[in-house]
Protein backbone atom coordinates (compact mmCIF):
# COMPACT_ATOMS: atom_id res chain seq x y z
CA UNK A 1 0.00 0.00 0.00
CA UNK A 2 1.38 3.75 -0.44
CA UNK A 3 1.40 6.40 1.20
CA UNK A 4 -1.15 8.35 0.01
CA UNK A 5 -3.79 5.01 0.14
CA UNK A 6 -2.95 4.77 3.74
CA UNK A 7 -3.57 8.35 4.76
CA UNK A 8 -6.55 8.40 2.86
CA UNK A 9 -7.32 4.89 4.92
CA UNK A 10 -6.30 6.40 8.21
CA UNK A 11 -8.51 10.04 7.64
CA UNK A 12 -10.99 8.15 6.79
CA UNK A 13 -10.99 5.87 9.65
CA UNK A 14 -10.57 9.37 11.72
CA UNK A 15 -13.65 10.64 10.49
CA UNK A 16 -15.82 7.55 11.27
CA UNK A 17 -14.54 7.52 14.79
CA UNK A 18 -15.75 11.24 15.52
CA UNK A 19 -18.76 9.68 13.62
CA UNK A 20 -19.33 7.26 15.79
CA UNK A 21 -18.23 8.96 19.16
CA UNK A 22 -21.08 12.11 17.87
CA UNK A 23 -23.58 9.52 17.72
CA UNK A 24 -22.95 8.25 21.28
CA UNK A 25 -23.26 11.45 22.90
CA UNK A 26 -24.14 9.48 26.19
CA UNK A 27 -20.61 7.77 26.26
CA UNK A 28 -18.90 10.00 28.99
CA UNK A 29 -15.40 11.68 28.80
CA UNK A 30 -14.66 9.70 32.42
CA UNK A 31 -16.23 6.75 30.71
CA UNK A 32 -13.62 6.78 27.95
CA UNK A 33 -10.55 7.57 30.07
CA UNK A 34 -11.07 5.05 32.70
CA UNK A 35 -11.77 2.27 29.97
CA UNK A 36 -9.63 3.31 26.94
CA UNK A 37 -7.15 5.96 28.79
CA UNK A 38 -8.50 8.64 26.57
CA UNK A 39 -11.25 11.04 25.73
CA UNK A 40 -12.59 13.28 23.30
CA UNK A 41 -10.46 15.87 25.27
CA UNK A 42 -6.99 13.65 24.41
CA UNK A 43 -8.35 13.74 20.60
CA UNK A 44 -8.18 16.97 20.63
CA UNK A 45 -4.89 17.53 22.15
CA UNK A 46 -3.82 15.45 19.40
CA UNK A 47 -5.29 16.77 16.65
CA UNK A 48 -3.67 19.99 17.74
CA UNK A 49 0.06 18.61 18.10
CA UNK A 50 -0.53 17.49 14.72
CA UNK A 51 -1.78 21.01 13.73
CA UNK A 52 1.79 22.11 14.68
CA UNK A 53 3.69 19.30 13.60
CA UNK A 54 2.64 20.94 10.16
CA UNK A 55 3.39 24.49 11.02
CA UNK A 56 -0.15 25.03 11.72
CA UNK A 57 -2.02 27.12 14.42
CA UNK A 58 -4.97 25.57 16.32
CA UNK A 59 -5.72 26.64 19.76
CA UNK A 60 -7.34 24.37 22.14
CA UNK A 61 -10.45 25.53 21.65
CA UNK A 62 -10.59 24.73 18.08
CA UNK A 63 -9.08 21.82 18.06
CA UNK A 64 -11.72 20.63 20.59
CA UNK A 65 -14.22 22.21 18.15
CA UNK A 66 -13.64 19.96 15.38
CA UNK A 67 -13.36 16.59 17.61
CA UNK A 68 -16.81 17.64 19.65
CA UNK A 69 -18.58 18.92 16.15
CA UNK A 70 -19.56 22.30 18.54
CA UNK A 71 -17.79 24.58 20.76
CA UNK A 72 -16.67 22.26 23.65
CA UNK A 73 -18.85 24.33 27.02
CA UNK A 74 -21.57 23.69 24.52
CA UNK A 75 -21.24 20.07 24.26
CA UNK A 76 -20.57 20.15 28.00
CA UNK A 77 -23.67 22.14 28.94
CA UNK A 78 -25.80 19.50 26.97
CA UNK A 79 -24.33 16.06 27.41
CA UNK A 80 -21.69 15.78 29.98
CA UNK A 81 -23.25 14.54 33.22
CA UNK A 82 -21.62 14.55 36.77
CA UNK A 83 -18.86 12.31 37.42
CA UNK A 84 -19.87 9.59 40.21
CA UNK A 85 -17.47 9.22 42.73
CA UNK A 86 -16.70 5.79 41.96
CA UNK A 87 -16.10 6.90 38.57
CA UNK A 88 -14.24 9.73 39.87
CA UNK A 89 -11.77 7.20 42.31
CA UNK A 90 -11.13 4.88 39.11
CA UNK A 91 -9.46 7.83 37.15
CA UNK A 92 -7.98 9.24 39.68
CA UNK A 93 -6.27 5.69 40.58
CA UNK A 94 -5.46 5.06 36.42
CA UNK A 95 -4.93 8.54 35.26
CA UNK A 96 -2.12 8.60 32.78
CA UNK A 97 1.50 10.82 34.60
Known amino acids: M ?13 RRLLQHLDQRKDL ?30 LDRDQAREIIYGMPYEQWKAKYQTPATPE ?9 PE
Do not use: P, S, V
Open 87 to 95: KLQQFEHNK
Open 28 to 57: QNIDLMNLAGFCRNCLGKWYQAAAAEQGLE
Open 2 to 14: DQQTRTELEAATF
